[in-house]
């Protein structure tokens, strides 16, 4: 992945991939220094603000949260599907 990212390196697909594979490490915090970096490259792609928001959920970081869910809820760039399903989940998860 190190080597598709250094020919690549703002390839939001292999950022999202290294991000999931420091998550799988343990490396929490390099991960969301990632998906934030991903973030400002890229304000309004909405599969990273999902991937953003699954990841605080995760980690039950509400506060961070909370303050990308209304940039998520009006990004037009996310199915209506993928807002429903988001949620539903985070409610699931709150309610547990």
Do not use: C, W
């Amino acid at each position: 992945m190190k080597a598709l990212l250094a020919t690549d390196p703002d390839n939001i697909l292999y950022n999202g991939i290294m991000a999931e594979i420091l998550i799988n490490e343990g490396q929490k915090d390099r991960a969301l220094d990632l998906y934030e970096l991903m973030l400002e490259k890229h304000p309004g792609d909405g599969q990273i603000q999902l991937a953003i928001a699954e990841f605080l959920a995760g980690e039950k970081d509400y506060k961070r949260l909370f303050n990308i869910l209304n940039t998520l809820a009006i990004n037009e760039n996310i199915t209506r599907e993928e807002k429903i399903s988001f949620f539903g989940r985070l409610v699931e998860d709150i309610d547990k």
